[in-house]
DNA sequence: GCCAACGTTGGC
DNA sequence: GCCAACGTTGGC
């Protein structure tokens, strides 16, 4: 079981857009960076991973499930792109804010402190379970 | 809206 | 294969 982060612009496509997506989910697809295509090709079904807002909210708002593992990407014609598909799994009590990351000694290591561009993220699991606990998850 | 960081592209 | 130019991301 491997943990993971997943950015999104709320504008584009939120959490509550996730959710209402259901239990099939949404295919992960318009990603452009190998580092990113990488993670995901890692990723097994089962997997979890922490939504985050970017631009607007910057902080971890929900819990997804990978569901599907990398195929194609639907929206590339190169055959050169994969992505894989999350659905929601639960929101964060209390969402968890770039701030806040930032101010936590334990997670400056963070990818998304270290590497903030990169739109899926490998999450380790002191990370994963010291953020579940700041967001009021037990 | 600005700009720093960083990935990608293309000329050599 | 190097590196300058360019485009994009995303915090502020």
Redesign the pocket.
Known sequence: MAYWLF?S?PDVFSWEDLRKKGKSGEEWDGVR??QARNNMRAMKVGDLGFFYH??EG?EIVGICEVCAEAHPDSTDGTGKWECVDIRAVEPMPRPVT??EVKDTPELKEMSLVT?????VQPVREEEWKLIRKMGGMG
Do not use: F, P, T
């Open positions: 950015k612009e960076n190998y970017s631009n910057k770039l701030a590497s903030m561009r990169l739109s």
